[in-house]
């Protein structure tokens, strides 16, 4: 990995670190849930990843989440 490669990955780390806390959840279990597939916890990483790919600020990505989240879980448990 280059020099600019690795600070693109920083700041993504730095990203995801942010909207998850703000979505009250610990990183580390977050991460642990996630590595063992836990769907809430991966359906999430992938609309994080999806929001910061697009350049949204880590506000509007929480404001997207939450609404996402609440149209998920309506779908889910109907």
């Avoid at 693109?8 to 063992?36: P, S």
């Avoid at 769907?39 to 509007?60: F, M, Q, R």
Wanted: aromatic content about 16%; glycine content about 2%; proline content about 3%.
């Amino acid at each position: 990995m280059d020099t600019l490669e690795i600070e693109q990955t920083k700041e993504r780390c730095k990203y995801v670190k942010k909207v998850v806390n703000a979505l009250h959840m610990e990183l580390d279990d977050f991460m642990n849930k996630l590595l063992y597939n836990y769907p809430y916890e991966a359906i999430i990483y992938v609309w994080i990843n999806k929001l910061y790919k697009k350049g949204k600020s880590h506000e509007d990505a929480l404001q997207l989440i939450y609404k996402a989240r609440v149209f998920y879980l309506l779908k889910k448990y109907p």
